[in-house]
């Protein structure tokens, strides 16, 4: 049994491509956007064995219509093998390359009639015209099916992630990703930012979350079909919007711009949330099944947020629980040991941290899972009482011991112990830092890149 050869879909360099309907009579052509996502049919060249005439024809054709290339039918038989018909389509399509100079793929076309037929079906044609029209449909969908598997071709062999605020967290991901040979689009509000991000390898886009018309569409557009789509916000006051207009508001026009796409399959949607969902647990352990009871307007919204991607057409997705981030840069309160400010906690409550680098190992790791839960904690699951953490990291800094209001109400955290063991069980997960006061010297003496 013989098998024709195929080009693989990607050997056609980005920019518009014609389909090609082969006939001996009739050449339906059909043409994509530069973007390759809508296929239109275009014409049908009658020819009469002129090849001086057909080559004049397609050279035209491809500079006219500023073609990358050709995608050819084959006229496979029922079992997949070649027929006559589709080793004259080959020898067509070996003399198209040598007249346009120019990369011809080819793409079975065993059903494209029988679809092209039923798409001309009931739009109020005659017989006639239906039947000098169906070789140019019969092109459209060759290439629209050769655009279908050039799409996930590409997405199985080089992923697109997309991260949504490229911040403290954010840009540490879409490196991680960058160094594995991924595709990574990073949006900020900042040109600045852009900058930083285009030295580190990833498609900057700026953004903003907030605005009725952020430009969803168009960056969806550019990425094609996003793998993975992780959305780490952080809250801005100076930017004038509330957290609900970021974490709610925002995150619901961007999902409902990935569900209008209908992308196959769907990108996983990653959410970056905060165990600050819960409040004051006195003390106690929470972890997945504890029902979130938060006691600050971040919490709340972050919950609803949360709610928001599992209900929605495009999650459900997966809301990462992040207790309070730590690494090279920011180490909490630091900034006000040195200056000597009281902290509005009470010092022998509950401090859940995890360290940046974990944080973002657990982030790519759970958008490689197979098939990870809607929700996990994260933290490296070793709480620490405030009273301990503020008085090593002050004796580690060189500032003034700490000193407590307990008359305040406290500004971020609560009382309560985070286990993080689901997620570390389920991913396999082994921490680089496991322990945060352990952690303390290295950070302090070789601050790195915040």
């Known amino acids: 049994m013989t098998r024709p050869r195929a080009s693989a879909p990607q050997a056609i360099p980005r920019g518009r491509v014609a389909g090609i309907d082969y006939g001996r009579r009739r050449i339906g052509v059909a043409v994509c956007d530069s973007e390759r996502i809508i296929a239109s049919p275009l014409c049908v060249r009658e020819t009469m064995g002129d090849h001086t005439a057909d080559a004049a024809f397609f050279q035209s054709l491809a500079r006219d219509e500023e073609l990358a290339g050709f995608v050819v039918g084959l006229p496979l ?27 011809v793929a080819y793409h079975d076309e065993r059903y494209t009639s029988h679809e092209a037929a039923g798409m001309l079906s009931g739009i109020g044609l005659s017989r006639g015209q239906k039947k000098s029209q169906s070789d140019a449909v019969a092109a459209q969908v060759i290439l629209r099916s050769w655009m279908d598997a050039e799409k996930a071709m590409l997405a199985a062999c080089h992923p697109v992630r997309i991260v949504v605020g490229c911040g403290y967290l954010g840009e540490r991901v879409a490196r991680l990703w960058v160094a594995g040979g991924d595709r990574v689009i990073g949006t900020t509000r900042s040109p600045a930012r852009a900058e930083r991000l285009s030295s580190f390898g990833i498609e900057p886009a700026i953004l903003d ?17 996003p ?29 409902d711009a990935l569900a209008n796409r209908r992308s196959d399959p769907p990108p996983r949607i990653l959410f970056a949330s905060s165990t600050g969902v819960w409040g004051d647990e006195q003390g106690g352990i929470v972890n997945e099944a ?52 009281p902290i509005a906690a009470d010092p022998d ?38 009273r301990d953490w503020y008085a090593t990291l002050a004796e580690r800094a060189g500032a003034p011991p700490p000193s407590w209001d307990t008359s305040a109400p406290p500004s971020r955290g609560g009382d309560k112990r985070v286990d993080p063991s689901l997620v570390l069980a389920d991913l396999a997960i082994s921490l680089a830092h496991p322990d945060a006061l352990e952690a303390l010297p290295e950070l302090l003496e070789h601050p790195g890149i915040p």
Do not use: K
């Open 349 to 386: 409550s509950w401090l859940n941290l995890v360290h940046i680098d974990d944080a973002a190992s657990i982030v790519v790791a759970v958008a490689h899972a197979a098939s990870p839960r809607s929700l996990y904690v994260v933290s490296d699951g070793r709480p620490v009482l405030r």
């Open 290 to 341: 504890t029902p979130p009871a938060p006691s600050r307007e971040a919490g709340h919204v972050l919950a609803e947020a949360e709610q928001v991607l599992a209900s929605h057409p495009a999650g459900p997705g997966t809301s990462l629980r992040f207790a309070g981030l730590y690494g090279p840069g920011r180490l909490p309160r630091l900034t006000d040991l040195r200056a000597g400010h």
């Open 77 to 103: 038989h029922a079992d997949g093998s070649s027929s006559g018909m589709s080793q004259e389509a080959q020898r067509f399509g070996g003399w198209l390359a040598r007249a346009t100079g120019l990369p």
């Open 227 to 255: 793998t993975t789509v992780f959305w780490s916000v952080a809250f801005d006051r100076s930017c004038g919007a509330t957290y609900h207009d970021v974490h709610v508001a925002g995150l619901r026009r961007m999902l």
């Open 209 to 225: 979350v907030t605005a009725a018309d952020a430009g969803w569409e168009e960056l969806f557009r550019s990425a094609g079909d």
